[in-house]
C-alpha cells in the first residue's frame, strides 16, 4: 500500500510536470521534463529496491528542486526567473542542498556512527552532489552552447536579448558557496534538534 501511494504521487507529480512545461511554453526544455520524469521514477525505484522507506515528502522534493530550476527557471513570461531576477538561481542554490542533505541523512541517520560524523558526510555528499550540476553546466556550456553558467538579465521585449550580469566563474563559486551554507544550515538545524531533544529527556 505505501507503494501505492508513491505510484500515485510520482504519476500526479509527472502531471504537474506537463501542465506546468506546456503553460511555460518552454518546449526546449522537454529533455530536462522527461530527466525530471526519470529522476522521480529512479527515486521511486531505490526506495523500494533498498527498502529504504522514504517519507513521501522527499518526492515533493525532488520534484521542487527540477521544477523551480528547469522549467520555472527558464523558458518565457510568466517564467524564466533565471533571467528576470539575479537573486532567483542563488535562492535555489541555497535551498536545494537542504532538501538534498534531508535526503542523504535520512540514509546515513541508519549509519552505526556518531551524530557529528553523519552530519560531515552528509555535508560532503551534497556539495559534491552540487559540484557535479556545476561541472554538468560547464559541459553543457562547453559542448552545446548553452547559458547556465553566469547571470544573465533577458529584455523578453527586445527578442530576448541577453546581458550578463555575472561572469561565469564567479557565478560558479558563488553558487557553490551558497550551496554549501544550505548544506551546513541544514546540519545546524538537525545537530541543535538532537541536542535539544538528549538534554530534554529524562536522565
Do not use: C
Not at 41 to 58: T, V, W
Not at 134 to 155: C, K, P
Request: glycine residues 8%.
Amino acid at each position: 500500500m505505501l507503494f501505492k501511494n508513491k505510484r500515485r504521487i510520482i504519476i500526479a507529480l509527472s502531471s504537474v510536470f506537463i501542465l506546468i512545461l506546456y503553460f511555460s511554453r518552454n518546449f526546449s526544455a522537454v529533455i530536462l521534463f522527461f530527466i525530471a520524469i526519470i529522476a522521480l521514477l529512479l527515486f521511486g525505484y531505490i526506495d523500494r529496491s533498498f527498502k529504504l522507506q522514504f517519507p513521501e515528502r522527499f518526492y515533493i522534493y525532488i520534484f521542487i528542486i527540477f521544477i523551480f530550476g528547469t522549467i520555472i527557471g527558464e523558458g518565457m513570461p510568466p517564467f524564466g526567473l533565471y533571467f528576470r531576477d539575479i537573486y532567483y538561481d542563488k535562492i535555489l542554490h541555497f535551498i536545494s542542498p537542504i532538501m538534498f542533505s534531508g535526503i542523504i541523512f535520512y540514509i546515513l541517520d541508519r549509519l552505526d556512527i556518531t551524530l557529528k560524523w553523519k552530519l560531515l558526510m552528509t555535508v560532503g555528499l551534497a556539495f559534491g552532489i552540487l559540484g557535479l550540476f556545476e561541472i554538468g553546466e560547464y559541459l553543457s556550456d562547453y559542448f552545446f552552447g548553452t547559458i547556465h553558467q553566469g547571470v544573465y538579465i533577458a529584455q523578453f521585449a527586445q527578442a530576448v536579448k541577453y546581458q550578463i550580469k555575472t561572469q561565469a566563474l564567479d557565478d560558479t563559486m558563488r553558487d557553490l558557496i551558497f550551496g554549501l551554507l544550505g548544506s551546513v544550515t541544514f546540519a545546524a538545524y538537525i545537530y541543535g534538534k538532537r541536542r535539544l531533544t538528549d538534554t530534554s529527556k529524562p536522565s
